[in-house]
């Protein structure tokens, strides 16, 4: 596995890759690998030829007195992680290569990423959204793996690749669970046992949700009212939204019936944790 530290090694890194095979898969990450990073590792080894993996936490998509200082840096670990699932390429970069002095140019993906996360998280998105164009004219995947957990992040993202029609693409992949419904997070690590254990709420108001739908309700309203009455059991949950909404443009929907994504976020001790389920169209 070639770890690539600078924009050059990784060009060069990848153009050998393409020369050899034709189907390159990019899993952008932030490191601090958990079982969900790998099954995106593994969805690109399954659709494409070569892996390209990055690391890199990206300050843009940090406000001021968010955790960027103490989010989990393991690289020796996840790299050892990556190499054992046939990565071909890391491509971890320090921030100064990725935005060096100079560089004003943003992308904002207009409305869309004021919704969700990004009502909460201001500028959010377009940290995100600048740091994965800059990754995809690095890399120039074929395919790029992202994780259903984070569905506000791949609407934006889906938008994105549209309106300046990059030619790959995007592969989302389920959430990966703990055995009692947590969903995996690189943040899960700043939880105490019993944060740990207030967490799984997030998990069991989706699926109560998920429970009325099964059995006919369609309306948004009772059942955003018994997700928040399932929040409300526990107190030291700090709910951030709860909201029923069109899986493409993150708009709140009247009912669930062309399908819906219900998506929830909620700060937890010192964790800012996002769950979500998707529900099929009737
Ligand atoms: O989902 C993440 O880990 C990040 O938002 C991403 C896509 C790697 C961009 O920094």
Known sequence: ML????????????????????CIG??????AMHAGHLSLVRAARAHCDAVVATIFVNPAQFAPGEDFAKYPRIFEADCA??????VDVVFAPEPAEMYPAGVTTVVEVAGISDRLDGA???????????????????????????GQKDA??????RQMVRDLNFNLELVVCPTVREPDGLALSSRNRYLSPEQRQQALVLNRALR?????????VIDAEPLIDLGLAVLADEPDVRLDYFRIVDPDTLEDVS???AGA??????????????????????
């Open 3 to 22: 770890i690539a530290k600078t924009i050059a090694e990784a060009r060069a890194a990848v153009a050998k890759l393409r020369a050899e095979r034709h």
């Open 26 to 31: 990019l899993v952008p990450t932030m490191g």
């Open 81 to 86: 992680l990556l190499e054992a699932e046939g």
């Open 120 to 146: 909460s998280r201001p500028g959010h998105f377009r940290g995100v959204a600048t740091v994965v164009a800059k990754l995809f004219n690095i890399v120039q995947p074929n395919h790029a793996f992202f």
């Open 152 to 157: 506000a992040q791949v609407a934006v993202l």
């Open 208 to 216: 109560r949700v998920e429970e009325k739908i099964a059995a006919g």
């Open 255 to 257: 009912d669930v019936s």
């Open 261 to 282: 994504l219900v998506a929830v976020a909620a700060v937890v001790g010192p964790a800012r944790l996002i769950d979500n389920a998707v529900i099929p169209p009737r």
